[in-house]
């Protein structure tokens, strides 16, 4: 590397820090408890340093920057769309200027993480090298504000005055940010410096750095193989599982998170602990708050994968989740009501729902859904839903479905549906094709 070539990066370096600086100045600012424009300002000023400290000190101001467009966090709600934008642009024109001067420094970096330079983007490639120094640094910003579980005195108020949480709050920004720049098949190889600062987000009591944690691990789960996950499989479901009990401003990242790591991990053992457990965690909660929408709606949209998994297996929880779906299919909200339909529809799929006291109970609130359905304005996807629900249970429950639709034969707000079910031959059970488990353990392991 020549003398000229460093001084070129170093002036790139300065042109692309004081253009963020210059609008950084100028963009109004609304104080909180920390000073994030305070914050910034020394991470933007690379004269009193090496060429690399200063370059991981701009990474770390871009990456903040660049991270406001994906939240409405009270710290970073006053940075603009176009101030986050040149931030992220100017990291990968800083990216690029870097390899012209340190491509052989870099490729060894890159190589040691086990990655072949060849197939990683260049835009990329900086980043990589500086995940291994930038991780365990956040990790530590993290961890300065979390509260000392062996303490029992060690509360909230304590862990604040020691550092502000506020530090933490900027540092979990930084680090989601940097985890979700890589995608498959990189992001398996960093897995060692990735889940532990995880795991100490997610360990934080601030539900905002919590909160930053789960979209990590979610963005990890969707773009890693189960294998890569090395011995920390158990320990990430367990921070999964406890976190369920999170506020609602983070629950459905913490349920989507769940879903993902146990469908990544726990795929072929449907009858294991960690299915038990993390099913009947979540069906407390939703027990306990079953009018809550937010909550409520968030498992709906992410369950049907964590269903699939269990299959067969769900017929031991029917007897809490049929109320649940129950109460819901009444909801005051659309979403709510088209979503259960849907889930009802994929256990019946999954279950055959054999031997089960909920076929009458089901077709009496399916039959009266359908009437309320008259003034809702998703009128037609609920009915269809509904429809779809019917004629399922019509073909594997056969004899039985008769009798529990008999009452409503005569019912005229459901002449419609009659004459969709009674156009189609009714089944017997055993003339269908029935889900493997079920044919192998016969119809006594599918009592409720």
């Not at 000023?45 to 871009?62: P, V």
């Not at 990590?216 to 009990?245: P, R, T, W």
């Not at 594997?396 to 004459?419: C, E, M, V, Y």
């Amino acid at each position: 590397m020549s003398e000229s070539s460093s001084s070129t990066l170093r002036d790139t370096l300065l042109r692309l820090s004081n253009s963020i600086t210059d609008f950084l100045a100028t963009t109004p600012y609304k104080s909180s408890n920390i000073s994030v424009k305070a914050f910034l300002e020394p991470l933007l000023t690379c004269t009193n340093s090496t060429i690399h400290t200063s370059i991981k000190d701009f990474a770390l101001a871009c990456a903040l920057l660049s991270s406001s467009t994906d939240t409405n966090s009270e710290l970073l709600s006053w940075i603009p769309n176009h101030l986050s934008s040149l931030a992220t642009t100017s990291f990968y024109q800083l990216s690029e200027a870097y390899l012209t001067v340190f491509n052989d420094r870099n490729s060894q970096k890159v190589a040691e993480l086990g990655l072949n330079c060849d197939l990683v983007p260049p835009q990329k490639r900086l980043l990589l090298e500086l995940v291994p120094d930038v991780l365990p640094f956040l990790k530590e910003r993290i961890k300065e504000s979390s509260i000392d579980k062996s303490d029992e005195y060690d509360e909230f108020s304590a862990a604040s005055a020691r550092v502000p949480v506020g530090f933490a709050i900027l540092a979990s920004f930084q680090f989601r940010w940097f985890v979700t720049q890589v995608d498959y098949p990189h992001l398996g190889k960093l897995c060692g410096w990735v889940i532990p600062c995880a795991l100490t987000a997610v360990d934080h009591w601030s539900p905002a750095v919590k909160g930053q944690g789960m979209v990590s691990f979610i963005h990890l789960g969707k773009n890693v193989d189960a294998a890569e996950l090395g011995g920390y499989e158990d320990v990430i479901l367990d921070a999964c599982c406890q976190n369920i009990a999170s506020d609602d401003e983070i629950w459905h990242y913490v349920i989507e998170a769940s879903v993902i790591f146990m469908s990544l991990t726990q795929k072929s053992n449907p009858r294991g602990l960690w299915f038990e457990r993390m099913l009947n965690e979540m069906l407390s909660h939703l027990e306990r708050q079953p009018r809550n929408k937010e909550r409520r709606i968030a498992w709906l949209k992410s369950v049907e994968s964590l269903f699939n998994g269990v299959g067969l297996v769900l017929l031991a929880h029917f007897r809490r989740i049929f109320p649940l779906f129950f109460q819901w299919m009444h909801a005051d909200d659309d979403d709510t009501v088209i979503l259960v339909l849907k889930c009802t529809y994929t256990v019946l799929r999954l279950t055959w729902i054999r031997n089960s006291p909920y076929v009458a109970r089901l077709v009496d609130e399916l039959a009266l859904v359908y009437k309320e359905a008259a003034l809702a304005t998703a009128k037609e996807d609920i009915r269809a839903n509904i429809s779809q629900i019917l004629v399922l249970l019509q073909e594997i429950r056969g004899q039985r479905f008769n009798i529990a639709w008999d009452k409503h034969q005569s019912d005229p707000d459901l002449t419609t549906l009659n004459l969709s079910l009674s156009g189609r031959n009714h089944s017997n059970l055993d003339n269908l094709t029935l889900p493997l488990e079920i044919i192998q353990k016969g119809s006594a392991s599918v009592q409720t």
